[in-house]
């Protein structure tokens, strides 16, 4: 089965600072779809970024950014400038034949 | 295009009790899937359909549980007997088969499900 591993629970950043969260993941598949999304405080659940494991350039979205290193099936996020507004649950996820596989999630508070 | 809708938001009811819970996709997507979030957690996959089709089961989902999408585009979960334990937000998501955002899934806003 696949497991996703988010070991940080809580993190904490400094407004206009940069952070990664860690992410690592189990699979056998030869190619599959990573991605990060963002829950909110009692708000839904958005894609902040995907990666596709056939490709070896690094996802980025604005001040978002993944470094994937396959081989070591690691799949971190990388906010830069975090804003008020990165406040949330962030939570890594692998997909496995048409479902997700979530991590535990890691909460993101921003110190103004 | 307004995004994935469910209703209700929040259900509260007794140990027991029936409840169904309705999830409206994007009209153009024929995949949906249902998580069963609890506090603190990652979501966790229950079922998926492609059009009406139900292509996979968790084994979270007890014979309680059953999922349906007749017609292919909204789907309704519902939970026989509740128990506490099904306390949970249930969460539904839509993805296209092809096109741009291919393996991408659109999440609603939740149903939030209290058993007392």
């Known amino acids: 089965a696949q497991t996703v591993t988010q070991s940080q629970p809580e993190m904490s950043v400094q407004e206009a600072e940069t952070v990664t969260l860690s992410c690592t993941y189990d699979t056998s598949e030869s190619d599959y779809y990573l991605f990060w999304y963002k829950q909110p405080p009692s708000r839904q659940m958005i894609l902040v970024i995907r990666q596709e494991a056939y490709k070896q350039q690094n996802a980025t979205e604005n001040r978002f950014s993944v470094n994937f290193q396959k081989a070591a099936k690691s799949f971190s996020l990388k906010i830069s400038d975090s804003q008020l507004g990165d406040a949330a649950m962030y939570f890594c996820a692998s997909e496995y034949g048409n479902k997700l596989v979530f991590g535990a999630g890691t909460i993101l508070r921003v110190k103004s | 295009d307004t995004g994935v809708s469910q209703d209700p938001r929040h259900k509260i009811t007794k140990r027991g009790q029936n409840v169904t819970f309705r999830c409206d996709p994007i009209?153009?997507?024929?995949?949906l899937y249902w998580y069963r979030q609890t506090l603190g957690q990652g979501p966790e996959f229950l079922t998926y359909f492609q059009n009406e089709a139900q292509l996979e089961k968790s084994r979270l989902l007890s014979d309680r549980f059953s999922a349906e999408r007749p017609k292919g585009s909204f789907s309704t979960l519902e939970i026989q007997r509740t128990e506490q334990g099904d306390s949970a937000m249930y969460l539904c998501?839509?993805?296209?088969?092809?096109?741009?955002?291919?393996?991408?899934?659109?999440f609603g806003p939740g149903t939030r499900l209290t058993v007392l």
């Open positions: 998501a839509s993805s296209p088969a092809a096109g741009r955002f291919l393996n991408e899934q659109f």
């Open positions: 009209s153009e997507h024929n995949r």
